[in-house]
């Protein structure tokens, strides 16, 4: 039972690079999560999807873009790596996002970043 | 907007003896969830507990306990007998039901320690 898996674990890039997250669970959730965590500043939603199809920005969106054509996977792209946007990104999804079951928000492990 | 503060960046407990670690948040809502996450140094993001702001009741889970208070809009964690792998940062997180897209609003995060 895998969960949430993001790839890869750890990347370092250079300024003005671009490349992609990805995110994949297994368990048939229609809402997934793109948050990145600085030190002192939480976890901070960068996008976010409803269902295979549709994203939507969240609460730090500049600099990303997102994709979500199947609804296992949910993609973070980084199009001009800034070093701004050296963080730890975490991949999250949920089965809801009302009221049913109470439904929390699952995990992936991570992925360390480092724009130099 | 809803924001969530955890004003104590660290805190440290003794082996077996009990902490809790403040949340405040700001909201306007009167229904909505609250979530303590832990972080251990693996990074993962594990829920410890979960609130949902109509039960009066104090959600427990063995030795982790919250005081909700919802006038003052306070949402606390107690841990009892604290174990050596209680040693992580807990983040304090709200989601709203009023948009239907289970967005997380997190707090700074606690690094709490347990000493020997």
Redesign the interface.
Known sequence: NAGVTQTPKFRVLKTGQSMTLLCAQDMNHE?M?W?RQDP??????IH?S?GEGTT?K?EVPDGYNVSRLKKQNFLLGLESAAPSQTS?Y?C?S?Y????VG????H?G??TRLSIL | AQTVTQSQPEMSVQEAETVTLSCTYDTSESDYYLFWYKQPPSRQMILVIRQEAYKQQNATENRFSVNFQKAAKSFSLKISDSQLGDAAMYFCAYRTLSSNTGKLIFGQGTTLQVKP
């Open positions: 809402y999560y948050y002192g500043m939480g976890l901070r939603l976010y409803v939507a969240g730890v975490f999250a949920s809801t996002g009302g009221r109470n439904q929390p928000q995990f492990d991570g």
